[in-house]
């Protein structure tokens, strides 16, 4: 996996229609971008094959021109696959105890929701904390479709940083 130093930034946003690619390098403590990429996929049938072949061929592209260099990738899950809900949560002293509170919400919010199926997380929007509760979004993918899309990012020799 590359280092969080690294000079280069792949960003992967996987669409049930299309793949979108965009390559960045680090230019001090900026950003520039160098290369992007929108791929068509199929989706329907007998295309489900030939999607996962020219997803798997625009990720060899996006490799190819990083070099030699590995880039730090972030990974964009496809919305169809993750179930998102806001909820609020009461303001608690350790980050273990909202952990605790919210993985009961999440198992009354995500359908079939079971730990050895499901893998979620959570998130703490930023400004709107009251003196009591906090607003939170809870994020949540099944594990095996987490899996699938994983496999095409290791099949080309590529390991997102960072699943969003």
Not at 30 to 47: D, F, M, N, Y
Not at 62 to 76: H, N, Q, S
Not at 111 to 127: A, K, N, R
């Amino acid at each position: 996996m590359a280092k969080k130093n690294s000079k280069l930034l792949l960003a992967v946003d996987v669409t049930m229609d299309e793949a979108r690619m965009a390559l960045a390098q680090r230019a001090g403590a900026r950003w520039r971008a160098i290369w992007s990429e929108a791929t068509p996929l199929e989706s329907q049938g007998e295309k489900a094959v030939e999607r996962k072949e020219a997803l798997r061929a625009a990720l060899v592209r996006a490799k190819e021109r990083c070099g030699r260099t590995t880039p730090l990738v972030y990974a964009a899950l496809p919305k169809d696959i993750v179930f998102m809900r806001m909820v609020d949560a009461p303001k608690v002293r350790r980050r273990r105890d909202l952990r605790g509170i919210l993985q009961l919400r999440a198992a009354q919010e995500i359908p079939y929701f079971s730990e050895q199926d499901v893998h979620w997380d959570y998130e703490v929007l930023p400004g709107y904390e009251s003196d009591a509760a906090l607003r939170v979004v809870i994020s949540a993918v099944r594990r095996d479709a987490l899996e699938r899309y994983l496999e095409d990012f290791a099949a080309v020799g590529l390991k997102p940083a960072v699943v969003d």
